[in-house]
């Protein structure tokens, strides 16, 4: 193939082939020793922490089903009370729904001003752009159980702690996915409103929000999607709503697993139906943008 | 050869391509030109089977092409190569890699995984590139590379499949005029040298008159002329673009040495 040139130029093909062989071979050899140093530490890890676990992995494997089969079984012996539970925990429920829907507008809210005070371009105090990012990196690098526990401790249980917890987080994570987002924005109309002498507020309320809207309501329906489950999980702290029931059910073992199975049934129900919703109204937002 | 007969397709209401009819008996070098619509570009990814036809059939040496499925469609593909107006080659991933891609029909999952391609094809994939002229760049990203560079690694690409049919979907639309040249003597001298057939979509005549044996017009989705460069008069140009007495070959020529003749001139300032 190489004998008729259309170039003429076929200065030393063979130094060209030899030298981006020997690369290859380089790149295959970093390839093979990185394939080699992850498998190593997965399967050192993995000794080491059956090595620690209390238990012991392979002797625990075959009872990992006992519990679910205790639950599911006394579950369908009781199963004509279902329907009354799941109504008995139907308050319980809208609890945990209310304080995910809350923490993600007050997240939401707190995140717009997190990423607009913190993308190049678009802040008001350019210098403090590093203040608010390391801001948001701190919101959302604590997780919001260790707020929780900390605000339980101080306000007592109940919702409100929760709501602030999930809230911080909430706002933490928001600010740094909106941030990427309102990089990408076209910076032309906020020059065309500042030469009105529009304020910093008006010119992100005009020249900004439109472009990101789309973008930020399909982040914040996935946040309220994941802070469903947040919420769920912070009534086992003692937060309320359909977690604190949930333990409450389980720790009180063999007797109430058909409690504890109409909370599951609430639980997955309700994240699922939420689940669904959200991603039709993410796609329709993002496949809108792009018509 | 190849045999299309009564091929459609059809967007919802919209006909992009209506019942084409075209026969080839022997490897050549075809130039379709048509306003930009007129149902060009969907009748080569009709031809790689890149889209689906609606209605009609597509014959390559007694093979039906429109039916093949699953892995025997990506068998076709792999024969029948594809030059885009946007090289679609991965920008970053380096040139003699974006040429190996020719091969991954053959290539299995985990070889492509781990990027072991045969010593074999990577010196013949620098061989092609060096065919072309652009064995320099061996080791650079394709990204790195001019228009005119990237066009002629998709070139490469294409020739590493070793297809019978090249199609190239407006190669040149995107170039200087200077790469633009580079790049149609390439599929000349490909067509010329290996025997393959080579069908190129063309926005402008000169080139197809220059480069190519033989002309098909589309307008509308429907063929309206078929034949010869000599056959392609200035009035047959006319209906097929739909333009008026006003309209000039050399207004839309991209070729250097038109500035040279004083008709363009007189015909720039019409424009």
């Given at each position: 193939m190489a004998d008729v040139s259309l170039s003429g130029a076929s200065l030393g093909v063979d130094s060209i082939q030899s030298s981006y062989l020997a690369q290859v071979q380089r790149r295959r050899l970093y390839g093979g020793l990185t394939l080699l140093i992850f498998i190593v530490l997965m399967v050192s890890g993995f000794t080491i922490a059956?090595?620690?676990?209390?238990?012991?992995?392979?002797?625990?494997?075959?009872?990992?089903?006992?519990?679910?089969?205790?639950?599911?079984?006394?579950?369908?012996?009781?199963?004509?009370?279902?329907?009354?539970?799941?109504?008995?925990?139907?308050?319980?429920?809208?609890?945990?729904?209310?304080?995910?829907?809350?923490?993600?507008?007050?997240?939401?809210?707190?995140?717009?001003?997190?990423?607009?005070?913190?993308?190049?371009?678009?802040?008001?105090?350019?210098?403090?752009?590093?203040?608010?990012?390391?801001?948001?990196?701190?919101?959302?690098?604590?997780p919001e159980i260790v707020v929780a526990l900390v605000l339980i401790f101080v306000l007592g249980g109940g919702p409100v702690p929760a709501m602030i917890a999930i809230a911080i987080h909430t706002a933490g994570s928001l600010g740094k996915m909106?941030?990427?987002?309102?990089?990408?924005?076209?910076?032309?109309?906020?020059?065309?409103?500042?030469?009105?002498?529009?304020?910093?507020?008006?010119?992100?309320?005009?020249?900004?929000?439109?472009?990101?809207?789309?973008?930020?309501?399909?982040?914040?329906?996935?946040?309220?999607?994941?802070?469903?489950?947040?919420?769920?999980?912070?009534?086992?702290?003692?937060?309320?709503?359909?977690?604190?029931?949930?333990?409450?059910?389980?720790a009180w073992g063999p007797g109430r697993f058909d409690e504890a199975a109409a909370i599951f049934i609430l639980l997955f129900g309700t994240i699922v139906f939420f689940d669904q919703v959200s991603s039709r109204y993410r796609n329709r937002l993002t496949e809108g943008q792009a018509q | 050869m190849l045999k299309i007969d009564m091929l459609t397709k059809r967007f919802g209401d919209k006909t992009a391509v209506d019942a084409a009819n075209i026969f080839v008996s022997e490897p050549t070098m075809i130039g379709i030109i048509g306003r930009s619509g007129a149902g060009k570009s969907t009748l080569l990814r009709m031809l790689n089977r890149l889209s689906d036809a609606t209605t009609g059939t597509i014959t390559f040496q007694g093979e039906s092409i429109t039916t093949l499925k699953g892995a025997a469609k990506r068998d076709w593909q792999s024969r029948c190569a594809m030059i885009f107006q946007q090289f679609n080659l991965v920008p970053r991933m380096d040139v003699v890699s974006n040429v190996l891609h020719g091969t991954l029909n053959k290539r299995s999952t985990f070889a492509t995984m781990f990027n072991l391609y045969p010593q074999a094809d990577i010196h013949k994939a620098i061989e092609i590139l060096d065919r072309l002229g652009i064995a320099e760049q061996a080791p650079k990203r394709a990204e790195a590379l001019s228009g005119g560079q990237q066009q002629r690694v998709a070139i490469a690409r294409?020739?590493?499949?070793?297809?019978?049919?090249?199609?190239?979907?407006?190669?040149?639309?995107?170039?200087?005029?200077?790469?633009?040249?580079?790049?149609?003597?390439?599929?000349?001298?490909?067509?010329?040298?290996?025997?393959?057939?080579?069908?190129?979509?063309?926005?402008?005549?000169?080139?197809?008159?220059?480069?190519?044996?033989?002309?098909?017009?589309?307008?509308?989705?429907?063929?309206?002329?078929?034949?010869?460069?000599?056959?392609?008069?200035?009035?047959?140009?006319?209906?097929?673009?739909?333009?008026?007495a006003d309209f000039s070959e050399a207004a839309t020529s991209t070729e250097i040495e038109t500035l040279d003749r004083p008709e363009v001139r007189k015909a720039e300032a019409y424009v």
């Open positions: 059956d090595d620690r676990n209390a238990g012991g992995f392979w002797n625990g494997l075959h009872q990992v089903g006992d519990y679910p089969t205790d639950v599911l079984s006394e579950a369908w012996e009781q199963r004509a009370d279902l329907p009354g539970l799941v109504v008995k925990y139907f308050p319980a429920l809208v609890e945990t729904v209310n304080i995910a829907a809350v923490s993600t507008l007050i997240g939401a809210i707190g995140g717009l001003f997190l990423s607009l005070l913190g993308t190049r371009g678009l802040a008001k105090w350019p210098r403090l752009i590093l203040l608010f990012r390391r801001l948001s990196d701190i919101m959302r690098a604590v909106f941030s990427e987002v309102s990089e990408n924005a076209d910076l032309k109309p906020l020059e065309g409103l500042e030469s009105t002498g529009a304020t910093w507020f008006k010119r992100m309320l005009i020249g900004i929000l439109p472009q990101v809207a789309p973008n930020y309501v399909s982040y914040t329906l996935l946040r309220f999607e994941i802070n469903i489950r947040a919420s769920a999980i912070l009534g086992f702290v003692g937060a309320g709503g359909l977690g604190y029931e949930l333990r409450n059910a389980m | 294409a020739l590493m499949q070793d297809p019978k049919i090249i199609l190239a979907d407006e190669p040149i639309a995107s170039l200087d005029p200077m790469n633009a040249q580079v790049v149609m003597q390439s599929l000349r001298s490909i067509h010329e040298e290996d025997g393959r057939m080579v069908i190129a979509n063309l926005h402008t005549l000169d080139t197809a008159r220059r480069y190519c044996d033989r002309v098909i017009g589309m307008r509308d989705g429907r063929i309206v002329f078929d034949g010869t460069p000599a056959q392609l008069t200035t009035g047959v140009a006319r209906d097929i673009y739909g333009a008026g």
